[in-house]
């Protein structure tokens, strides 16, 4: 109850793609779900965050979709360029607990 | 913005000495300071919360005597591995809150600890 699933483990798109990570959870008492962007070598950054009762956010060129009822959230990335090409954790947390998912290594190819 | 300083950044050490990492958050207290551990091409496992001025709670699996977690102060955590191990190398990153949940946190850089 206490995972988050997150697909696909690594992803290559070229300049310009919008690449897509979902993931999934299974404990309804989530009530944040933050993604992270690490670059090799360095801690995580929080990217972007959203609560259940919105369906979708948008911050520059990244956006969340949240299905509440399928217990689903993604992450698109627009116009995605090489910089971009780093390991995206989605994660969920309610109260003290942080989950995160197995991470989704993402190369952009200029 | 907030930020959260490690360090070290990396560290050496013979099998069987002990190693401190600190976590500092340096513009905000931190009521709450998180413990993560990451393998290689891994994701972050969670450790061990630490709250200003108690005991830590560590999670299921993780040995409260090998890995001492003191959380003196609202800016401090330390981490100590003790006895280290060649098992024990990993990347460890602390994060604080400054709400005291694990809503908004801040990441530190990370240590590499290699054991020799």
């Known amino acids: 109850q206490q995972q988050v699933k997150q697909s696909p483990q690594s992803l290559i798109v070229q300049k310009g793609g919008i690449p897509i990570i979902n993931c999934a959870y299974e404990?309804?008492?989530?009530?944040?779900f933050p993604w992270y962007q690490q670059f090799p070598g360095k801690g995580p950054a929080l990217l972007i965050a959203?609560?259940?009762?919105?369906s979708e956010k948008k911050e520059g060129r990244f956006t969340i979709s949240f299905n509440k009822s399928a217990k689903q959230f993604s992450l698109h990335i627009m116009d995605s360029q090489p910089g971009d090409s780093a390991t995206y954790f989605c994660a969920a947390s309610y109260g003290n607990k942080l989950v995160f998912g197995a991470g989704t290594i993402l190369r952009v190819k200029s | 913005g907030a930020v959260v300083s490690q360090h070290p950044s990396w560290v050496i050490c013979k099998s069987g000495t002990s190693v401190k990492i600190e976590c500092r958050s340096l513009?905000?207290?931190?009521?709450?300071m998180f413990w993560y551990r990451q393998f290689p091409k891994q994701s972050l496992m969670l450790m061990a919360t630490s709250n200003e001025g108690s005991k830590a709670t560590y999670e299921q699996g993780v040995e409260k005597d090998k890995f001492l977690i003191n959380h003196a102060s609202l800016t401090l955590s330390t981490l100590t591995v003790t006895s280290a191990h060649p098992e024990d190398s990993s990347f460890y990153i602390c994060?604080?809150?400054?709400?005291?949940?694990?809503?908004?946190?801040?990441f530190g850089a990370g240590s590499r600890l290699t054991v020799l």
């Open positions: 994060s604080a809150s400054q709400s005291g949940g694990a809503n908004v946190l801040t």
């Open positions: 959203i609560r259940p009762d919105v």
């Open positions: 404990n309804t008492a989530f009530d944040y």
């Open positions: 513009d905000f207290q931190a009521t709450t």
